[in-house]
């Protein structure tokens, strides 16, 4: 059973950076392709970053590119995701998700989820 837990989530004003971290527990996360997503309220899920299982190969959404960071420590079991300029609509609960399989688009279907922290980005 793969358990992930979020952190580093808060409230930051717009142009100021975050860094989300996922954590696992019971199973080594190189195994793992890893994704971040996000929901805002009254919106769809929305992909957001997603990186392969050696760290070499990561996607992006185009809302976040060039702004955000996805990276990973698989001595440390854990991945971040680093957020700057952010933006108002940044807000929404983040989460980060876990897929046995390889990365190969940025609509795969993760099979593990951690709880989600929250962001809110003020104007």
């Known amino acids: 059973q793969v358990q992930l837990v979020e952190s580093g989530g808060g409230l930051v004003q717009a142009g100021g950076s975050l860094r989300l971290s996922c954590a696992a527990s019971?199973?080594?996360?190189?195994?793992?392709?890893m994704g971040w997503f996000r929901q805002a309220p009254e919106k769809e899920h929305e992909f957001v970053a997603a990186i392969s299982k050696s760290g070499g190969s990561t996607r992006y959404s185009d809302s976040v590119k060039g702004r955000f960071t996805i990276s990973r420590d698989n001595a440390k079991n854990t991945v971040h995701l680093q957020m700057n300029s952010l933006k108002p609509e940044d807000t929404a609960v983040y989460y980060c998700?876990?897929?046995?399989?390889?990365?190969?688009?940025?609509?795969?279907?993760?099979?593990?989820w951690g709880q989600g922290t929250q962001v809110t980005v003020s104007s």
């Open positions: 019971g199973v080594s996360l190189s195994r793992y392709t």
């Open positions: 998700a876990a897929d046995p399989e390889p990365l190969f688009s940025p609509s795969q279907e993760y099979d593990y």
